[in-house]
């Protein structure tokens, strides 16, 4: 049988490889990582965002490769419906996709302004202005959710959404975003999932840099 492999970019750099690797650590799969070169053309394109289609991270199970993260974690629900990376409840399922589908297309002045960069940390960083309508609007949907659904994530119990929005947090830890303080405990439960935790261990040991992400702002 062939091996279920996970291909992914930069642990630190990589947004969307985080998402795809959170997801499939929460479906319960067994599964082998597969890095890419972070000269890889592809992989480097996806990470400065001049990529017009994003293919890593790429799940293959049983030969069949699997892109774009909504669609892994669509797969995955279907194969580990146990996991409940979507909702059981038909309303809350609907919801998290909205969610999920909005954080996957939009926030493109949050993603410019801030990339994301887990081994960085720039206090007292200046958000531009209309990065600032988006993280009003993320804070927004997060506090939605909590209070509809309960907490301690965002559909109750953790999700796929968790894993789309778990970028999204490490960016306003990297630049010191203030935050409301169901926003700051939301991304204290995410940094504390440990998923997340033993990725950003392992971000932590990448050698490599990416000059133009590690600018002074």
Not at 160 to 184: C, E, I, K, N
Request: proline content about 6%; charged content about 20%; hydrophobic content about 40%.
């Amino acid at each position: 049988m062939q091996p279920t492999t996970l291909t992914i970019s930069s642990k630190n750099y990589s947004s969307w490889s985080l998402r795809g690797w959170l997801m499939t650590k929460l479906s319960g799969i067994d599964f082998e990582e597969i890095v890419v070169d972070p000269d890889d053309a592809a992989a480097r394109a996806e990470i400065l965002l001049l990529s017009p289609s994003i293919l890593v991270p790429c799940l293959t199970y049983k030969g069949t490769k699997i892109w774009d993260t909504l669609a892994i974690g669509e797969f995955l629900n279907e194969i580990a419906p146990k996991a409940t990376l979507l909702p059981t409840d038909r309303i809350r399922r609907a919801r998290c996709r909205s969610i999920c589908g909005e954080v996957h297309s939009g926030f493109t002045s949050l993603r410019s302004a801030l990339p994301m960069n887990l081994k960085a940390h720039f206090p007292n960083f200046k958000v531009w202005s209309k990065a600032q309508g988006d993280i009003a609007r993320v804070t927004q949907i997060w506090s939605e959710c909590l209070d509809a659904y309960g907490g301690p994530y965002l559909f109750g119990t953790i999700s796929m959404a968790d894993a789309m929005y778990a970028p999204v947090a490490t960016r306003f830890r990297t630049y010191d975003v203030p935050l409301d303080a169901t926003s700051q405990a939301y991304c204290n439960q995410i940094f504390a999932w440990p998923a997340m935790q033993e990725w950003t261990t392992q971000a932590q040991l990448e050698k490599d840099e990416i000059e133009e992400l590690e600018v002074e702002f």
